[in-house]
């Protein structure tokens, strides 16, 4: 009987274990995990390149208020809590290749030959935040 006892239970274990582990092992699981820190990581990044070369023009809320603009600029720099995802693309492409070759002013530089497309990327994360940052305050 204890033999049998003892049978039971270690397939008891051993079907727990086979249930953890899968449960563990799911794609979407993994996929949330992982994205996390990376996510965190191009926000983080994307604040520090943002502060340097951005901040001046666009302010440090991202609304187009910075020191630059209250000074000397005729034009008023693009309030950034207003971009939707969808519109990620675009942004990078202006960073990148400058308002001027979106149609707009030439007050925001290139900066194509100064960052690569990944820190590109990093500013974009973090101006998606400023979004989400000025929504939350508008409640």
């Not at 979407?28 to 390149?49: C, T």
């Not at 000397?72 to 969808?86: E, K, N, Q």
């Not at 070759?101 to 990944?118: F, M, R, T, V, Y």
Request: charged share 25%; hydrophobic share 35%.
């Amino acid at each position: 009987m204890k033999i049998l006892s003892l049978r039971i239970q270690i397939r008891v274990i051993l079907l727990v274990g086979v249930v953890i582990i899968m449960g563990c092992s799911s794609g979407k699981i993994d996929e949330l995990a992982s994205e996390k820190p990376i996510h965190q990581f191009f926000v983080k990044e994307g604040k520090r390149l943002f502060q340097h070369l951005c901040l001046p023009c666009h302010g440090e809320s991202g609304k187009g208020d910075g020191i630059f603009w209250a000074s000397a600029m005729h034009t008023t720099p693009a309030d950034l809590t207003r971009f939707t995802p969808a519109e990620s693309s675009r942004i990078f492409k202006t960073i990148k290749y400058g308002s001027e070759a979106q149609g707009k002013s030439n007050l925001c530089p290139p900066w194509k030959n100064n960052i690569s497309d990944e820190e590109i990327e990093y500013i974009v994360s973090y101006v998606e935040t400023l979004r989400k940052e000025s929504a939350g305050n508008r409640e």
